[in-house]
């Protein structure tokens, strides 16, 4: 008699458990460079999952599992590929946006206060961006775009019409505290921040700061100094620019390094 796969009843729930699963494992760093992150590798989880609700053959559910997720891998034609945004010299590969006072000292991207927005030239849909970012002043303000069109507000400060801000504020106070998602006219979208995790992360002002944000799918993951601390999904507008906000805050960046995971 053939040995059935356990009724996984409530606990598997529907399809929409795979994504879940996937979104938690990516919350470790070593999932932005695994098999799960590639589209074709998602599917086949969401498979095995369905079979697993189904009561399908064991020997059948291992065999749809480890395929995909195993043999299939070296198969896979996702590539990963560093790009150095930020060169350290000048603002090549940028556009300042509605006058914004961004320029290079000392071989560091520095805000001098102002409004405006820095733009990437490059858009980009899934990828992992690395920011070390420190504030010159007690809640020096400024902000991360990702996933944000060209266009911009026409009012005095000239900010995104269309995309997504995680906040680079030095503070972990009030309701927008550093890496907090604020949504800029872009489809809505959901970002929860930890903020315990938030006080062990944080350094002091005047200390330098490191933000990594990965964005996959509409899922994205922020680190502050390697916690995790906030999550946000329903991130759409793939694929978009990458910006830096101007907020009144003086702060600078010394480095800038995406790597965008292409197909």
């Known amino acids: 008699m053939n040995q059935q796969a356990p009724e996984w009843g409530a606990m598997v729930g529907n399809i929409r458990l795979a994504k879940t699963v ?3 494992i990516r919350q470790e760093s070593f999932f932005e460079s695994s098999y799960l992150m590639r589209p074709v590798n998602r599917f086949y989880l969401s498979l095995a999952i369905l079979f697993m609700k189904s009561k399908i053959n064991v020997r059948l559910f291992y065999l749809f599992l480890m395929l995909p997720l195993g043999l299939l891998t070296s198969c896979n034609d996702t590539k990963s590929q560093s790009i150095q945004l930020f060169n350290g010299h000048d603002l090549e590969g940028w556009v300042i946006e509605n006058g914004g006072t961004f320029q290079v000292v000392n071989g560091m991207l520095h805000i001098n206060r102002g409004t405006g927005w820095l733009r990437s030239v490059e858009t980009f849909s899934d990828f992992n961006c690395v920011f070390e970012v420190r ?24 900010y995104p019409s269309n995309g997504y801000q995680f906040q680079c504020m030095d503070t972990i106070e009030g309701d927008a505290p550093i890496t907090s998602l604020i949504n800029y006219g872009a489809p809505e979208a959901t970002g929860e921040t930890n903020r315990e995790r938030l006080k062990e992360a944080m350094n002091p002002t005047g200390e330098w ?18 916690h995790v601390t906030t999550t946000a999904t329903g991130v759409k507008n793939a694929p978009g620019h990458i910006g830096i906000q101007g907020e009144l805050g003086l702060l600078e960046f010394r480095k800038i390094e995406l790597t965008s995971f292409s197909k």
């Open 209 to 226: 700061n490191v933000i990594e944000i990965t964005c996959i799918g509409e899922s994205v993951v922020v680190k502050l100094n390697g």
């Open 135 to 158: 504030f010159l002043e007690e809640n020096a303000n400024s902000g991360i775009f990702v996933r944000t069109m060209a266009t911009s507000n026409d009012d005095e400060k000239g």
């Open 22 to 24: 996937i979104f938690a």
